[in-house]
């Protein structure tokens, strides 16, 4: 498909807002980065806007979701933090990468945006028709200054055969590997595995999903630096949610 039938999809609206949700460096104890969610104009869940996108419109939606991104973020304060901004893209929207990027650099420069602060991440479960193209995409964004994440890894379509084709800057290892890792050797077997794997590949990790300590404990003592997860901080919408380092003695307390 050419750029021009992005265009032509330019003119759908959709009524969005965004959530921000920390990725936090547990070395340092600050935000390394947060996440951008879209969500209804209220707050409604990501199924209300997503529920409406379709082939004929993902292009409109996946630009207006990059100018509610950067513009919701710096209004809520990034800019001064020094954390990233990672903005979910779809893959299949973007027609050409250099001319699907322009609205996103014209919104970074008009509002002071840091455009390498921008992270770019796609999930593995998003089917992808054309593998080359997608790696063309990350290739240029690189080129360009942005770092690239792929999410969701461990529960899409690809896994490791996607991985062979093309590298992100940083993978975010799916919730359902995560989920009760502590109680779960082969869970740990394979993570581990994935860890060692990515230091030999320059990759960068991110564990998403964490909601218990016994999670946090296990994956800060495998190594993990970023981590993201309710335990840590919960989406906090239109605003920089806080987030908290779990502690030992405050979970026996709690407990």
């Known amino acids: 498909m050419s750029g021009c039938e992005g265009c032509r999809q330019a003119g759908a609206q959709f009524d969005l807002a965004m959530a921000f949700q920390p990725i936090v460096d547990i070395r340092t104890g600050r935000a390394w980065a947060y996440e951008a969610l879209v969500r209804g104009p209220n707050g409604e869940g990501a199924g209300h806007v997503l529920g409406a996108v379709t ?9 207006q979701c990059r100018v509610a991104a950067i513009t919701g973020a710096v209004a809520a304060g990034i800019v001064h933090t020094g954390a990233r901004l990672s903005i979910n893209f779809l893959p299949n929207a973007v027609y050409s990468p250099v001319a699907c ?21 796609f999930t593995e479960n998003e089917e992808m028709a054309d593998t080359a193209h997608v790696a063309n995409i990350i290739e240029t964004y690189k080129r360009m200054g ?16 996607l991985l062979a084709r093309l590298q992100t800057d940083v993978v975010k290892l799916d919730m359902e590997l995560i989920r ?76």
């Open 146 to 161: 942005f770092a690239t994440a792929l999410d969701d890894f461990g529960a899409g379509h690809a896994g490791l055969s």
């Open 180 to 255: 009760n890792i502590d109680a779960s050797l082969p869970r740990r077997m394979i993570v581990e595995g994935l860890i060692q794997m990515f230091d030999r590949m320059n990759i960068g990790v991110i564990a998403e999903g964490i909601e218990t300590f016994g999670e946090y404990e296990t994956l800060r003592d495998m190594g993990v630096r970023y981590m993201q997860g309710y335990l840590l901080a919960r989406p906090g919408f239109r605003t920089l949610a806080a987030h908290v380092i779990p502690d030992a003695q405050a979970e026996r307390q709690r407990m």
């Open 101 to 121: 990027i322009q609205l996103t650099l014209k919104t970074a420069a008009a509002v002071g945006f840091p455009t390498d602060r921008l992270i770019f991440e």
């Open 55 to 63: 082939s004929e419109n993902r292009y409109a939606f996946d630009q």
